[in-house]
């Protein structure tokens, strides 16, 4: 089986981040950069499931040059090889000219599952998996909390607010998970060094016959206009209980709208 595991890299989100001045994205060159928490549970996923089927795993990952850290980081959990997309044209991309790019990189190659997180950490949007099941004519399985395959039949359990729901379609087909679905494991020092010799190949708009004018900021579906920093947390308000606490609190929920 050719599983292919899509990997963000983003800024760290426990630590502060920011904006660039000059066109307010995510100042990544400046921030400390990790893979995407969900991802991780999706290259586990792969890697699971690779073990189960004797299947090959490849990461794909488009981003700036830096980016091929969390590439070697991924791969030293376990992958067998990476796909790495970069171009300058590529910054200040939206979700849909993002999903544009991946689309082309996925053309090149070979796979029976797609599997990535279910949403990133830096941008959230949830529709990555939808986007791509679109562009690929394939089947989106979204929201996994476990996953099996059964020769062509991909089922899922989906999560949802009230329980799950199963979901099934035939390879190929995309697959997000949430991090519910597993833990991930660490990379050994053998995986480590192992990582530094595995393949990356890298890959241009050019070398997937996209134009540089269909994406990037300039061809972006949505544009951040202003940023503020956020505003220093005040000290708030301190009611002393003397007899009438209660309603003082009541009063102040309701004049937050809190009630």
Request: proline fraction near 4%; charged fraction near 20%.
């Amino acid at each position: 089986m050719k599983i292919v595991v899509l990997v963000k890299q983003v800024p760290d989100s426990s630590l502060e981040r920011h904006l660039s001045s000059d066109d307010f994205t995510v100042d990544r060159a400046s921030a400390s950069n990790v893979i995407s928490e969900i991802d991780e549970n999706a290259i586990e996923a792969a890697l699971v499931l690779a073990e189960e089927t004797g299947g090959e795993v490849t990461v794909l990952t488009v981003g700036p040059d830096h980016a091929t850290e969390s590439v070697r980081k991924a791969l030293s959990m376990g992958p067998d090889k990476a796909v790495h997309v970069v171009d300058d044209a590529i910054h200040g991309s939206c979700a849909v000219t993002t999903s544009k790019i991946l689309a082309g990189a996925l053309g090149k190659q070979e796979y029976d599952i797609v599997l990535c997180g279910a949403e990133s950490t830096d941008g959230g949007t949830q529709v990555m998996a939808q986007m791509l099941s679109q562009r690929l004519g394939i089947a989106a399985l979204t929201g996994a909390r476990k996953l099996t395959v059964d020769g062509g039949k991909i089922t899922v359990e989906r999560q949802t607010e009230d329980g799950y729901q199963v979901v099934s379609a035939a390879a190929p087909a995309i697959v997000s998970v949430w991090d519910s679905m597993n833990t991930p494991r660490y990379p050994s020092l053998k995986g480590i060094m192992a990582a530094k010799r595995k393949p990356v190949e890298t890959l241009s708009l050019s070398d997937l016959d996209i134009d540089p004018a269909t994406v990037g900021a300039g061809a972006a579906t949505s544009t951040v206009v202003s940023a503020e920093p956020r505003p220093p947390r005040g000290a708030g308000q301190k009611i002393t209980d003397e007899g009438s606490g209660g309603s003082s609190l009541a009063e102040f929920l309701a004049s937050e709208k809190f009630v």
